[in-house]
């Protein structure tokens, strides 16, 4: 056994979904290191809360849509200095639209954070997971991966595109016992989802057999199960955590 520090790295850990999975990997004992790109103080408080709780954890300001920056992180904080256990993918934007009217830019992007960058993460923790001979990745995707949204294309398909690279990740890992599955949300009351207008929300109600929008911590305890000894023998899997809208 190292004694290096065990780590589970989350990208936008700072708030919404991925403060409570770095919430909840910290108290299943792992040193958590959370991303975040534009409010250090949100990510001061996680870091906060963890810590309060007698857990370990580090902020860093990382733009998933800067791959070289992604790189450098790998090599100075990572590199000899963490058994790097867990990788959760999570950090995502959403730039809505319809198709016709859609900005280039917010396509590109879009796909850039969403896609590129749990690719580029992806990439890095595979070379040190790989040495390690061990690893547990979990990657955030979501509903509309699977079933489309009118207004998200450039969501859509990145999430879809996230499904594919979680797949493929997987068949290429297993013989390092590194296992690659993604999560998948309904809908989750968070920042991104308080945006939408009250109407939307009502009708997203009518299609969740649960009738009730999921939590934070629903997402966390998925992840966490995944992350932890009971499911070593799931790989390349798609975790809908849905209320049921889709089965
Ligand atoms: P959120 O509340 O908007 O939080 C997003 C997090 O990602 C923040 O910590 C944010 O940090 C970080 N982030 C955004 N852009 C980043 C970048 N370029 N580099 C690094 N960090 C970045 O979002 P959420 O609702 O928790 O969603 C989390 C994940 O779940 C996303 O991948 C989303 O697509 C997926 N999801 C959400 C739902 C839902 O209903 N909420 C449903 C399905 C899937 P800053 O605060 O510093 O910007």
């Given at each position: 056994?190292?004694?290096?520090?065990?780590?589970?790295?989350?990208t936008?850990?700072?708030?919404?979904?991925g403060?409570?999975?770095?919430?909840r990997?910290?108290?299943?004992?792992?040193?958590?290191?959370?991303?975040?790109?534009?409010?250090?103080?949100?990510?001061?408080?996680?870091?906060?809360?963890?810590?309060?709780?007698?857990?370990?954890?580090r902020?860093?300001?990382?733009?998933?849509?800067?791959?070289?920056?992604?790189?450098?992180?790998?090599?100075?904080?990572?590199?000899g200095?963490?058994t790097?256990?867990?990788?959760?993918?999570?950090?995502?934007?959403?730039?809505?639209?319809?198709?016709?009217?859609m900005?280039?830019e917010?396509?590109?992007?879009?796909?850039?954070?969403?896609?590129?960058?749990?690719?580029?993460?992806?990439?890095e923790?595979s070379?040190?997971?790989?040495?390690?001979?061990?690893?547990r990745?979990?990657?955030?995707?979501?509903?509309?991966?699977?079933?489309?949204?009118?207004?998200?294309?450039?969501?859509?398909?990145?999430?879809?595109?996230?499904?594919?690279?979680?797949?493929?990740?997987?068949?290429?890992?297993?013989?390092?016992?590194?296992?690659?599955?993604?999560?998948?949300?309904?809908?989750?009351?968070?920042?991104?989802?308080?945006?939408?207008?009250?109407a939307?929300?009502?009708?997203?109600?009518?299609q969740?057999?649960?009738?009730?929008?999921?939590?934070?911590?629903?997402i966390?305890?998925?992840?966490?199960?995944l992350?932890?000894?009971?499911?070593?023998?799931?790989?390349?899997?798609?975790?809908?955590?849905?209320?049921?809208?889709?089965?």
């Open positions: 056994m190292s004694d290096l520090p065990r780590v589970a790295l989350v936008g850990g700072s708030r919404g979904i403060r409570k999975v770095a919430e990997l910290a108290s299943d004992g792992f040193e958590v290191f959370l991303t975040y790109v534009s409010r250090p103080e949100e990510a001061d408080k996680v870091v906060a809360a963890i810590e309060a709780d007698g857990g370990k954890a902020a860093f300001r990382l733009d998933s849509g800067d791959r070289d920056a992604i790189a450098g992180f790998f090599r100075d904080e990572i590199k200095k963490a790097l256990e867990v990788l959760v993918n999570n950090a995502g934007i959403t730039r809505d639209g319809l198709m016709m009217r900005k280039d917010d396509w590109d992007t879009v796909l850039r954070i969403n896609l590129t960058g749990c690719f580029a993460f992806l990439k923790a070379k040190i997971m790989g040495k390690q001979r061990f690893g990745i979990i990657n955030i995707t979501s509903i509309v991966g699977q079933m489309g949204n009118a207004g998200q294309a450039n969501y859509c398909a990145a999430k879809a595109g996230l499904i594919g690279l979680t797949k493929s990740a997987a068949r290429e890992l297993a013989g390092r016992s590194i296992t690659v599955n993604a999560v998948a949300p309904g809908f989750i009351q968070t920042d991104m989802t308080d945006q939408l207008p009250e939307v929300v009502q009708s997203m109600l009518a969740i057999p649960l009738n009730t929008l999921g939590q934070s911590e629903d966390a305890a998925a992840v966490s199960f992350a932890g000894p009971g499911a070593g023998y799931i790989t390349g899997q798609v975790l809908g955590v849905n209320g049921g809208m889709y089965m």
